[in-house]
């Protein structure tokens, strides 16, 4: 334990709740109720230095679903009610091998002001899952779920199947990223069981390929649902693919948390862990809007209580969500004032201070008394995440 040399004060502010959104239907014993609290608007510096600020909405995502058109146990109507209520802005239905539920779901979404996205699960032959989005509605899948990985076989080849999706406006993500080596063996994909010895993870040919080509965009770094096996790491207090965040910060890969709920998100796996979101920082709340925030990827994954993505996004997110003010005094003190204004309990640790990090609960603001102020104060953001195993850091000026 860090010796104390300053008093610690909490100020809790008052959080001024809208009124709770709800519909009730015809016939139903009570209304569906949506409680999640919504996160303000982020402003974000231009590109241009000389234009005004950037200002984006920040919206929950879920962009792997399944309904009974696949394997997953609601129907694409039900899976819109249910993500309404769980507080999602956008979702995308993935069944696997096919995309029927996006048509039978979209006048539900429409009805819940819900953004639905086209989407579907596909991939190579018992090994890599792709979940793609916003392709177009005439693309025919040919052999998915079974991409094969040489040419001349009974199955497609999965470069020819991959540009042709691509081509149709496909936006593709890998999910929850199982493949890799156990001791001495070669490739080989671990799923419901965790392999003995463990997985060491791995990107495969198809997937180096597709990253040299620029046909792979985006990359799960959270699997809700998934608890055990599948390639997925204990770490932090939580279940996820730290191995993809770094990925995603070296390949520039769009990062998601999704869930790939199968049965009600109350019966799956972790439920009884927040549900996971793709945070999206958008410049308008459409489809279009949304596809656009992916494609650039600005994208926080939000999951066990972390802000977890590329380090640009993090850091760009969490400007939006805090305020800190780092005051000089007369007698070579200093105080610092950090004040959350989003719905996620930050830890921040003032760096060189000798204090203990302090937890800023949402809507909450916190006082520091530094007995030493230098010009410029130093914030790790112990659950802000930026690699497996680096938090963001944020620099501040001392104003006198």
């Not at 879920?62 to 209520?85: C, M, N, Q």
């Not at 039978?104 to 002001?113: H, I, K, N, S, T």
């Not at 890599?128 to 392709?135: I, S």
Request: charged share 25%.
């Amino acid at each position: 334990m860090k010796k104390r040399i300053a008093a610690l004060t909490f100020l809790s502010v008052l959080l001024s709740l809208a009124s709770v959104p709800c519909i009730a239907f015809a016939g139903a014993s009570t209304p569906l109720l949506r409680t999640a609290p919504g996160f303000p608007d982020v402003l974000a510096a231009a590109e241009d230095a000389a234009s005004a600020p950037v200002k984006y909405a920040v919206l929950r995502g879920d962009f792997h679903i399944h309904t009974p058109y696949s394997d997953g146990k609601l129907t694409p109507a039900e899976r819109v009610r249910e993500a309404w209520k769980y507080g999602y802005d956008v979702i995308a239905i993935t069944d696997h091998r096919d995309f029927r539920a996006y048509a039978e779901a979209l006048p539900v979404a429409e009805q819940f002001g819900l953004i639905l996205i086209r989407g579907m699960e596909t991939g190579l032959h018992e090994m890599e899952h792709l979940v793609t989005l916003d392709f177009a509605a005439d693309y025919v899948p040919r052999d998915p779920h079974s991409w094969a990985d040489a040419e001349g076989g009974p199955r497609v080849y999965y470069r020819e199947q991959w540009r042709k999706l691509t081509d149709a406006g496909g936006f593709v993500l890998l999910a929850h990223p199982h493949i890799g080596h156990s001791g001495d063996c070669e490739w080989v994909a671990e799923t419901g069981d965790p392999l003995d010895p463990p997985l060491r993870h791995g990107l495969r040919e198809p997937i180096r390929w597709a990253l040299r080509e620029g046909l792979l965009h985006g990359i799960e770094v959270r699997n809700h649902t998934t608890d055990r096996g599948w390639g997925v790491v204990k770490d932090r207090g939580t279940l996820w693919y730290p191995m993809a965040l770094d990925w995603a910060q070296e390949y520039g890969l769009t990062v998601f948390a999704n869930s790939d709920v199968h049965p009600a998100r109350d019966q799956a796996g972790n439920a009884h862990e927040p549900q996971s979101a793709t945070l999206l920082l958008v410049r308008e709340r459409t489809p279009k809007g949304v596809m656009e925030a992916l494609r650039a990827g600005r994208t926080v994954a939000h999951f066990g209580g972390m802000l977890c993505g590329r380090k640009e996004m993090v850091a760009t997110l969490l400007r939006g969500l805090t305020r800190v003010d780092f005051r000089g005094g007369e007698d070579g003190a200093g105080q610092v004032r950090i004040e959350n204004h989003g719905p996620v309990a930050l830890t921040a640790e003032v760096n060189g201070s000798g204090l203990d990090p302090v937890t800023v609960d949402a809507d909450q603001t916190a006082i520091l008394k530094l007995t030493e102020a230098p010009k410029q104060l130093s914030i790790t953001w112990a659950n802000a995440v930026i690699r497996s195993t680096k938090s963001l850091t944020t620099l501040h000026a001392r104003v006198d």
